[in-house]
């Protein structure tokens, strides 16, 4: 028997919570311009609450998801790694292009659409990355982005167990682009539903090999890692939506600083 591949229950309860949390949020009294002023920086009204996650997201971390990453570099070589990163880049590229359109970068669709097609025929399912050599890099985009270039606020800052940092427009645009995705409506039966969920583990792997240095040097150089993280996610998320970040090899969200971040682009 086929099934739908239908998002999950558990991720549209948790988008719904998030958004109502989000609705409740209350500015400062405007009378208080200091108050204002620190709510609009911070922009973390659940602060309480998302330290909290951010303690059991750093339990679940030490215990299953950095011993993953290290068993996986360890294992695997380099070129492994890196034909397995390419294959994840290649299957994403449908949403980035919906993205892109979208947007109306009509120059960035174009390379999107040149780099797919590239990679799937010459660059064998994506194994390689042949497109660089023709000079399209590669980039990522996302519905949050997207949500963001229309104008759409961000809300106040989340912190979600596993996904990591977000806000409620990231976690928005990370439904829709599970819903965007066409593999995710194909009907298949239990061993398509086995690479499905191999795929999707292996995306959380191997983005969170990309970050052992780099989440390793934020919280033994910061005081207040939680603090560090929520100001780099948000530095980063800015950088996207203005285009602005380096050409990377454009991997899911949810899998680098975050629900809505791209790649992990402090690779080592």
């Not at 399912?125 to 949050?144: N, Q, S, V």
Request: hydrophobic share 40%; proline share 9%; net charge negative.
């Amino acid at each position: 028997m086929t099934r739908r591949h239908l998002p999950s229950p558990r991720l549209l309860g948790v988008l719904a919570l998030v958004l109502a949390l989000g609705a409740c949020a209350t500015r400062p009294d405007p009378s208080d311009p200091e108050a204002v002023a620190d709510f609009e920086q911070v922009n973390d009204p659940l602060e309480p609450l998302n330290r909290g996650m951010y303690f059991v997201n750093d339990g679940i971390d030490t215990l299953v998801l950095r011993p993953a990453a290290e068993a996986y570099r360890i294992f695997l070589p380099p070129e492994v790694r890196e034909a397995i990163r390419n294959v994840l880049a290649n299957l994403r590229t449908p949403v980035i292009l919906v993205n892109d359109v979208l947007q109306g970068e009509t120059q960035r669709a174009g390379v999107t659409l040149g780099r797919f097609v590239i990679n799937t025929t010459i660059g064998i399912g994506g194994i390689m990355d042949r497109a660089r050599d023709f000079g399209l890099l590669g980039h990522t985009e996302d519905f949050g982005q997207t949500l963001a270039v229309w104008g759409m606020p961000e809300g106040p800052f989340l912190f979600l167990p596993v996904l990591g940092p977000s806000n409620p427009r990231d976690l928005t645009g990370f439904g829709v682009d599970i819903a965007a995705n066409p593999l995710t409506w194909i009907s298949g039966n239990e061993a398509y539903d086995t690479v499905m969920i191999t795929r999707q583990g292996l995306t959380a792997v191997d983005a969170r090999e990309g970050l052992i240095e780099p989440l390793d040097a934020l919280r033994q150089g910061s005081l207040d890692p939680y603090a560090a993280l929520r100001s780099a996610y948000r530095q980063r998320r800015a950088s996207e939506i203005r285009n602005s970040s380096p050409a990377v090899s454009p991997m899911a969200p949810g899998t680098g600083f975050g629900v809505g971040a791209g790649a992990p682009t402090l690779r080592p």
